[in-house]
C-alpha cells in the first residue's frame, strides 16, 4: 500500500511499532474529515494504556471542527493512563492550536521519533470507513 492515499478522501492511515501506534492523517481535516478521524482514533484508543502519535505533517489544513477528534482522543487516552502525542513541523497548525487556547493541552513535536520511524516495506493499515 502507497503512504498516501489516493481518490477524492484520504481516509487516516495507521502502523503499530512496538507498543505505539502512529496514526498519519492527510489533507484537510475538517468537519467533513473529522467523522473519519474520530471514528479511527476512537477505535485506537478504546481498550488498554493506548500510546498514539498522531502524525499531522502531511495535513494541509485543520479547524476547530479538525481539532475536536484530538482533543477527544486525548481524553479517551488520558482516561485509560495513556500518552499522546502530535507530530507537526507547521507553524500554521500551532497558531490554529494556540488560538483555540489547547497549547497546553498536547504535547506537540516537530518530527517523528526516530524509534518511530517507518521502516522499508512496514505495512500501513487504511481504516475502513
Known amino acids: 500500500m502507497a503512504e498516501t492515499p489516493s481518490g477524492p478522501e484520504r481516509r487516516p492511515t495507521y502502523r503499530t511499532t512496538g507498543a505505539t501506534t502512529v496514526v498519519k492523517l492527510y489533507g484537510e481535516i475538517d468537519i467533513l474529515a ?3 478521524v474520530t471514528a479511527c482514533l476512537d477505535d485506537l484508543t478504546a481498550r488498554g494504556r493506548p500510546d498514539v502519535v498522531v502524525d499531522l505533517r502531511a495535513v494541509s489544513f485543520i479547524d476547530c471542527a479538525g481539532l475536536a477528534p484530538l482533543c477527544r482522543a486525548r481524553n479517551r487516552i488520558a482516561r485509560r ?3 499522546l502525542r502530535l507530530v507537526s513541523d507547521s507553524d500554521r497548525l500551532l497558531r490554529v492550536v ?5 497549547r497546553d493541552s498536547f504535547e506537540i513535536q516537530d518530527r517523528l521519533p526516530e524509534a518511530l520511524a517507518v521502516e522499508p ?9
Do not use: C, N, V
Open 34 to 36: 473529522a467523522p473519519s
Open 81 to 83: 493512563h495513556g500518552r
Open 98 to 102: 494556540t488560538g483555540a487556547g489547547l
Open 121 to 129: 516495506g512496514e505495512a500501513l493499515y487504511a481504516m475502513a470507513s
